[in-house]
C-alpha cells in the first residue's frame, strides 16, 4: 500500500467557519507534510512533522494548526482563513529524510474560502 | 528566490515525439533528484528520481540525465503518448533536510 489518503476532496468554507483537513497513511513513513498549492505553482511547504512532533513550521499564519494525532495520521486545523488561502492542500509522507527517500503526495484537498 | 529553474513553462508534442524538461540548480549541496508528474485536480506523483553519482537512469519511457558538473538535470519522454499530457515538477533535496526545492513545472501536452 503506498497511498496517502486525504479528506474531504472538495470543501468550501465561509471565512468565520472552523474546519479540519484529515490525511492518513499506512507504509510506517514516519515523516508527513502538508504543503499548499496555487494553481500552475508548485507545491508549497507549509509543515513538517517527525515522528510526530514538529519539525519545520515555514512561516505559515496561525489560521492554519497542524496535529498529528499519531505515526498514521496528520491533521490541519483551519480558522478564520481568508479568500486567498483558497488552493489545492496536499499531504506528503515518507519514510524519514536521508538519501532518496521518496515522498508519497495524497490526491489532495480542494479548498474554497467565501 | 526559486532554487531550481526548470524550462519551458510549456510545450506541445506529437504523439510519439520526445518532450525535454530542463533544470537547472545552483545549491552543490543538492543530493536528491527527483520529478513529479501531476494530472489535473490530483497530488503530485512520483516519476522518477536521480542522485548526482549517476549520470543517467531510466525508466520506462522516462529517462533522467545529470550533469553534475553543469549543475543541470533533465527529463526526456521518448515515444510521448496522449496519457503523459500532465504537469511536470523537478525538484531538489540535500541529504539532511526534509524539504523539497520545486522547479516552476512544465506543462506538457501530446498531440494525438
Known amino acids: 500500500d503506498t497511498e496517502v489518503t486525504q479528506t474531504p476532496k472538495h470543501l468550501v ?9 484529515k490525511c492518513e497513511q499506512h507504509m510506517g513513513h514516519r515523516a508527513m507534510y502538508w504543503y499548499k498549492q496555487k494553481a500552475k505553482k508548485p507545491p508549497e511547504l507549509m509543515f513538517v512533522y517527525s515522528y510526530e512532533k514538529l519539525s519545520i513550521n515555514e512561516s505559515v499564519p496561525s489560521r ?5 494525532p499519531n505515526s498514521s495520521l496528520l491533521n490541519l486545523h483551519l480558522h478564520a482563513l ?19 527517500t521518496e515522498a508519497f503526495f495524497g490526491q489532495g484537498t480542494r479548498l474554497t474560502v467565501v | 528566490q526559486q532554487q531550481v529553474k526548470q524550462s519551458p ?9 520526445i518532450s525535454i524538461i ?5 545549491n552543490t549541496a543538492f543530493d536528491y533528484f527527483p520529478w513529479y508528474q501531476q494530472f489535473p485536480g490530483k497530488g503530485p506523483a512520483l516519476l522518477i528520481a536521480i542522485r548526482p553519482d549517476v549520470s543517467e537512469k531510466k ?5 533522467i540525465s545529470f550533469n553534475k558538473s553543469a549543475k543541470q538535470f533533465s527529463l526526456h519522454i521518448m515515444d510521448s503518448q496522449p496519457g503523459d499530457s500532465a504537469t511536470y515538477f523537478c525538484a531538489a533535496r540535500t541529504l539532511n533536510d526534509y524539504k523539497l526545492s520545486f522547479g516552476a513545472g512544465t506543462t506538457v501536452t501530446v498531440r494525438a
Open chain 1, 82 to 100: 481568508q479568500p486567498e488561502d483558497s488552493a489545492l492542500y496536499l499531504c506528503a509522507s515518507s519514510q524519514d529524510w536521508g538519501r532518496g
Open chain 2, 59 to 63: 525508466e520506462g519511457r522516462f529517462t
Open chain 2, 22 to 26: 530542463n533544470c537547472a540548480y545552483e
Open chain 1, 64 to 68: 492554519f494548526s497542524p496535529e498529528c
Open chain 2, 9 to 17: 513553462q510549456s510545450l506541445i508534442v506529437q504523439k510519439g515525439g
Open chain 1, 13 to 21: 468554507m465561509g471565512m468565520t467557519n472552523k474546519k479540519s483537513l
